[in-house]
């Protein structure tokens, strides 16, 4: 099976999250011919209904499985592209679409690199292979990865290992493998004071002086220093808004968000009490809210990230670098079940205008995934 006919045919489908628009029966009829069985799994209502696909080839352990979506974000200002973002161009040595780095021609490498295994073995390999694909990674992630793991343990499905084809390359196919994840927490905070006019301070109350001092408080002391595996735990303010039209008057509400990716030295629960366990002691009649997308997680170095070096090293002659940079991926939710690593495109264009990736890495990561499951069900990596 060619990976770059594949990737076409899959980029050529505008699948924004939540939408489809064909892309599972895209990869539907590929693994049916291969032997797979498909099953579709639709989840959410109405607008928010996420198409997802768990294909199996195979009966008995070990279940390896490749891990990806389908969906992808908006392709932005138009006019920043060269190209029709669901053409599929081929310019020169690349491939031009949106999900072309993230992650439609990893997909594609999983099937192809699966196809040529089991032709390699056509009296069997002595387990399964599956894949779990979703429509719902770059949105809320609600009724994808999350929804199909449910449904696979309710079935009594078992995954022994689980390769995420995310693009974790910085800058050339090989460069680094993904052995874990900082989690990340979102707060939104709201200071209440009194408005009044600038020139008599001492008769309002100023939620913007406050505010600041709430940020400076949980900005200017580290959390922590890094680990062995992962950096320091970082907030960053991703926005402080007053919507003060005027020069002369005290604004009665100040508001800001705030983002922290940190290390598993911290959990979400943890972070929000100390958050507002610092603002508590600013003082002031604030609100918070705080929504944690995913908690930190590691694959410590191993007989798995080691079987995904080999096969790197083998097609591409690099020895990767082992980190936990990045944002979130389903790969927080796929690690309460199983082993999990993630290895995929170079990642220098992704969500970008004009995202593309180069035809022969496209065929390198086939050749990559094919070598993990030779030494995956060689090695009884399991």
């Avoid at 719902?136 to 449904?151: P, R, S, Y």
């Avoid at 022969?360 to 069900?377: C, M, P, R």
Wanted: aromatic share 6%.
């Amino acid at each position: 099976m060619d990976p770059l006919e594949l990737s076409q045919a899959l980029i050529r489908r505008p699948s924004v999250t939540p939408a489809d628009e064909g892309a599972i029966a895209v990869l539907e009829d590929a693994l049916g011919t291969l032997g797979f069985t498909c099953h579709r799994l639709a989840f959410g209502e109405g607008d928010a209904e996420v198409q997802n696909l768990y294909a199996r080839i195979g009966d008995s352990a070990p279940n390896f499985c490749f891990a990806g979506h389908t969906d992808v974000v908006p392709v932005g200002n138009t006019d920043e592209w060269t190209v029709d973002p669901f053409a599929a161009v081929i310019k020169g040595d690349r491939l031009y679409g949106r999900g072309a780095a993230d992650m439609k021609t990893g997909i594609a490498a999983f099937v192809a690199g699966v196809s040529r295994f089991i032709e390699a073995h056509p009296n069997g390999f002595g387990g399964s292979i599956s894949l779990l694909i979703t429509g719902d990674e770059e949105g809320d992630a609600q009724n994808g990865t999350v929804k199909v793991l449910d449904w696979l343990k309710q079935q009594g499905e078992v995954l022994d290992a689980c390769l995420v084809g995310e693009p974790t390359n910085p800058k050339a196919l090989g460069d680094m493998i993904k052995i874990g994840r900082r989690g990340s927490i979102n707060a939104a905070i709201t200071v209440h004071g009194t408005s009044g006019h600038v020139a008599y301070p001492q008769l309002a109350d100023n939620p913007v002086e406050t505010l600041m001092k709430m940020l400076s408080s949980i900005i200017d002391v580290p959390l922590d220093e890094g680990t062995d595996h992962f950096p320091a735990s970082r907030p960053v303010v991703t926005t402080f808004d007053v919507g003060n039209p005027v020069t002369n008057v005290i604004p009665a509400k100040a508001e800001a968000r705030l983002n922290i990716r940190f290390n598993d030295l911290h959990t979400g629960a943890d972070l929000e009490a100390l958050l507002r366990q610092r603002f508590d002691a600013i003082g002031g009649n604030y609100d918070m809210t705080a929504r944690i997308s995913g908690e930190p997680f590691l694959c410590p170095p191993g007989p798995f990230s080691d079987l995904i070096g080999d096969a790197v090293k083998k097609v591409t002659g690099q020895t990767p670098d082992l980190s936990t940079t990045g944002g979130t991926s389903d790969a927080r939710f796929i690690k309460d079940y199983c082993p999990v690593c993630e290895f995929g495109m170079i990642n220098q264009t992704a969500h970008k205008a004009d995202e593309n990736a180069l035809i022969s890495d496209i065929q390198k990561l086939s050749e990559i995934y094919e070598a993990v499951l030779e030494g995956f069900f060689a090695d009884g990596a399991a």
